[in-house]
């Protein structure tokens, strides 16, 4: 906490903060989520697991949109149109899938 004091749990955004379109953050707006739920996925592959799928897919995943969801609420109401036209290009967790909705 001492060598990064602004990191603290829960939802918020920095006086300083804007939105990042370089990077990883070009192609999709949630690269960690997007590389954690493919770490999940990679698991279950690689040990032919159906529990380690189960896992992902009926818990993984859902609570990670619901995380997103209010992240973006969140993103919206801060940024507004830029944020919005933002999502439209940019893929929520997979690259192309752009959209409007949050």
Known sequence: MRSFP???PGLYILPV???VTTGPYGYV?????AGV?????SLAVAFRSLPILGVTLLY???????YIR???RMLL?????PYARYCAKVGK???GMGSSRH
């Open 29 to 33: 707006r949630n690269p960690i989520y």
């Open 93 to 95: 967790l997979f690259p």
């Open 37 to 41: 739920l493919l770490m999940w996925l």
């Open 60 to 66: 993984v995943l859902p609570a990670y949109l619901v």
């Open 77 to 81: 109401a801060h940024f507004g149109e």
């Open 70 to 72: 209010a992240e973006e």
């Open 17 to 19: 903060q804007r939105i």
């Open 6 to 8: 602004t990191v603290s």
